[in-house]
């Protein structure tokens, strides 16, 4: 199967010039690239990788520094142009800034790289022009082949991610076949489970967000361009960057635990970007040119908490590790799941007393409110497998035609 393995790599002072010299051709490539691509469609056509491939191979014999770096990389940078344009639309796709863009690129041939273990500590890989790149070999890569390799820095430091082909077949059947969980993502508490247990840690200390208050203050007040505005970003991009890593080691692990004792994870169906919009202004038809309160700082606080929580990055990290475990993670809409009582069935929105209590208002059982969601989202789940093996073939779409009690609004179930 296909595998990720990312390890910090310690440059030549040469080598850090040139990779750097690699990231600026290609941010070059693609500016210039989404620059043709928006003239054409103002003009109603359109440009694609093809001819701006062509005109890249034409354009080295003028300009020396791009016959310098690595041909693959600029090519590999105008085919995720190409994605990016198609996935986005040609005007939403951003340009990149040279501060604001982290340097990074690919080598997308694997068969002309290769792998050696130095000591216990390092290993090194050889990429075309770059040479030996030396990094810290953190894990075994014994048996595996690479595909490709993607330089990226982060803050001072370059990795390299290395994609590689690692020789294990996707397992038939998960080890704990028939059991099921159902998961509820949540503000308060970042994972609950239907088993009744709530899965959460803290990213930041106060300490750390005082922290980043301060030095956002900081940067806000430093001059444009001055040498103290660049050290106040390259503080604040190391305190993110500890938030960022310790919440990406809490998605991996919370769902490596969940894969590893489930054959069935149910997620509910969260339109993450839906929730996350900014609130819309109101306009005072009163006062013409002034706006009325519309919640924004509450939404914005809203928004930041869902976004903290990294809901999509656990889907991510569930996805990927449920290729190893052989685990099926299935979506069920969010519809009601929190309002309705997972004992006997009935839906009503003053049953949810708090952010934590779940009072049913017709049986008065109590349970912790997300637990509860939790196991009407496990039930829903557990109908889309019943229901696709009693009806369609494995893997398609399938469409509930029965409504389950107390669903209003019809399913729509997509296993993934
Ligand atoms: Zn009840």
């Not at 990312?6 to 070059?28: K, N």
């Not at 190409?82 to 796709?93: I, K, P, Q, S, W």
């Not at 994609?163 to 998961?183: F, I, W």
């Amino acid at each position: 199967m296909l595998a990720g393995r990312r390890f910090r790599v310690e440059f030549t002072e040469e080598q850090a010039e040139f990779a750097e010299r690699i990231g600026a051709a290609c941010r070059s490539v693609w500016n210039t690239g989404l620059q043709q691509r928006r003239d054409y469609r103002r003009r109603g056509a359109w440009m694609n990788y093809r001819p701006q491939a062509h005109e890249l191979a034409e354009a080295k014999d003028e300009h020396p520094w791009l016959k310098a770096v690595p041909g693959h990389c600029l090519q590999q940078t105008l085919m995720d142009l190409d994605r990016a344009c198609r996935n986005h639309g040609t005007f939403r796709v951003r340009w990149r800034s040279a501060r604001r863009w982290a340097p990074s690129f690919r080598f997308p041939e694997g068969n002309k790289m290769a792998l050696q273990r130095l000591n216990r500590r390092y290993g090194r890989v050889k990429l075309p022009k770059l040479g030996w790149v030396k990094f810290r070999q953190t894990r075994s890569l014994d048996g595996e082949t690479i595909r490709s390799a993607t330089l990226t820095r982060e803050g001072p430091h370059w990795y390299v991610s290395l994609l590689v082909e690692d020789g294990t077949a996707a397992p038939t059947e998960h080890a704990a076949l028939g059991s099921a969980v159902g998961v509820d993502r949540g503000v308060a508490v970042a994972v609950a489970t239907s088993d009744g247990r709530l899965i959460d840690r803290k990213f930041t200390s106060a300490v750390e967000q005082a922290r980043a208050v301060g030095l956002q203050r900081k940067l806000a007040r430093a001059a444009k361009g001055s040498a103290n505005r660049t050290k106040v970003r390259a503080a604040l991009a190391k305190v993110r960057a500890r938030e960022r890593h310790r919440r990406q080691d809490f998605c991996a692990k919370t769902a490596r635990q969940l894969a590893n004792a489930n054959a069935l994870v149910v997620l509910e169906q969260l339109p993450v970007k839906n929730m996350t919009r900014r609130a819309q202004p109101i306009v005072d038809v009163h006062n013409p040119g002034r706006f009325l309160p519309n919640g924004a700082a509450a939404k914005s606080s809203l928004n930041r908490a869902i976004l903290s929580k990294g809901w999509h990055q656990f889907e991510q990290a569930l996805k990927s590790v449920s290729r190893y475990t052989g685990t099926e993670v299935v979506k069920v809409p969010a519809a009601f799941t929190s309002q309705r009582c997972s004992t006997c069935q009935h839906v009503n929105r003053k049953s949810r007393e708090s952010q934590a209590v779940f009072r049913c208002s017709a049986c008065s059982r109590v349970e912790h409110a997300d637990t509860n969601a939790a196991k009407n989202i496990l039930t829903a789940g557990l109908a889309v497998i019943a229901c696709r093996e009693a009806t369609a073939p494995p893997g398609g779409v399938v469409t509930l035609t029965q409504e389950p009690a107390g669903n209003r609004e019809g399913l729509l179930l997509q296993p993934m």
